[in-house]
């Protein structure tokens, strides 16, 4: 069934349900069968976050307003009277159960999001508490979290994915500065125990929630670059020029593109599934980058040091367990893609010490050509391929070896002409096949 079909559909069930039409059971079966979610709709749900936002900021200003002239008291009374009267009004938001409108809960939740960490900034600033600003940050994501969870509020949600990332970052950076270096807090532990601080909401204690579009974007992006973050933070090795960060890039985009989906998920377009993507066109173009002399001996000179490290070790445990799943429910596409992140494994023990980096530089140029055939052949052979990622990625892949080529810049220009001609022909072929075959998806 289309989205558009998925849309509509639950839209019919509640008034099937009012008038009689279908049971309870069965609109719930329906759901199930089809994916189909109930959702309130984007613009109240974005008028709700707006209301909440104008409102949260506007008792900042109004704090801020004359605030030295006030007593001590006085600020303490400021800081902590607006945190009061949120908690109050989203406990009467909660009094009226599922009868509370989404754009209602959404405002509460961000006018008491806000009003919190003002509280907090505003007691540190009173009493000269020490800390950082990440201090603050970090204290803000744990103390909303719960009302993303209670309040169910999509914007509070994706605040904190935001919130943690950008955490995660500074961390990152704190590791590497020799100021701040014994501040830095352990990545490894903390990264993975707040991406899981999501799971309470999505996908809820059912397994049925799941985020809309847009958020399941921002996760995706806070998951990857978080998780980036920790490969930093242990690839951290100074003055050290054979540092393992890249390969442990490659190694984390794999588990972030082969995490595991249900059958609903699998059968969705890429653009439902926004990490497959994220974590593929990473790695495609790390790989890509790799078909250069200096760029693959530096990816295969990282494996020795990061086989020294835990976090590589976690990530390749993971990343075989996501792809034995990914086998059984038949994800090729995503596997043939994965399979990137093993060329600079397998090469590390092959290449000498003094050797450059162009074997393994012509290895991952035959290891894509391999990749982007595989995705076409998967789609022509009936079961789930991206024909067209795969012609892109021969298409760059002539490109860049021309650009490099030593011959004159009318013969290039013949080749690129050629290759844009195959390429939209290629395309046309490619909806023809899509359109005479029933209930294609992409991977």
Known sequence: MSLLHQRWLAEQLPA????????ADAARLLRARYGVEQR?????????????????????AVLAY??????????????????????????????RGEGAKPWLREAAAVVQTLAAGAAMALVSQI???????TDLLFWWCVVALPLAWVLRSHAVAIAYLVGIMVW????????????????????????????AGILPLWPGADLRDRPPPG??????????????AVAAQVAFRPYDQHAPFFWLVMLTTVVVMLFPLDRAGIAEPLARKPHV?????????????????????TLVEGVGPALGLGWCWLLLAVGAGFAALAFRQGRFAVLAVAGLALVPLVAYPLTPADAGGWPVAITYSLVLLATAITLIGLEFTGRQGAARIGATLIAILVILRMADADVSLLVKGIVFIVIGSGFLGFNALISRHRAAVSGGVTA
Request: glycine content about 10%.
């Open 16 to 23: 099937w349900e009012r008038e009689g039409l279908v049971t």
């Open 40 to 60: 309130a709709g984007l613009a109240q749900l974005v008028v709700g976050a707006i209301g909440g936002l104008l409102i949260g900021t506007g008792l900042i």
């Open 66 to 95: 004359n605030w030295d002239d006030f007593p001590r008291w006085m600020r303490l009374l400021l800081a902590l009277g607006p945190l009061a009267a949120s908690q109050a009004g989203s406990w009467l938001v909660l009094q």
């Open 127 to 133: 009493y000269n508490l020490p800390g950082s600003w």
């Open 168 to 195: 995660a970052i500074a961390q990152a950076e704190n590791r590497v500065s020799p100021f701040s270096a014994a501040a830095a807090a352990d990545l490894r532990l903390w990264q993975p125990l707040l991406l």
């Open 215 to 228: 958020s399941r974007l921002v996760l995706a992006i806070s998951a990857l670059v978080g998780l980036l």
């Open 277 to 297: 993507p994220l974590g593929g066109f990473t790695l495609m173009g790390m790989a890509l980058v790799a078909t250069y002399e200096d760029p693959a001996r």
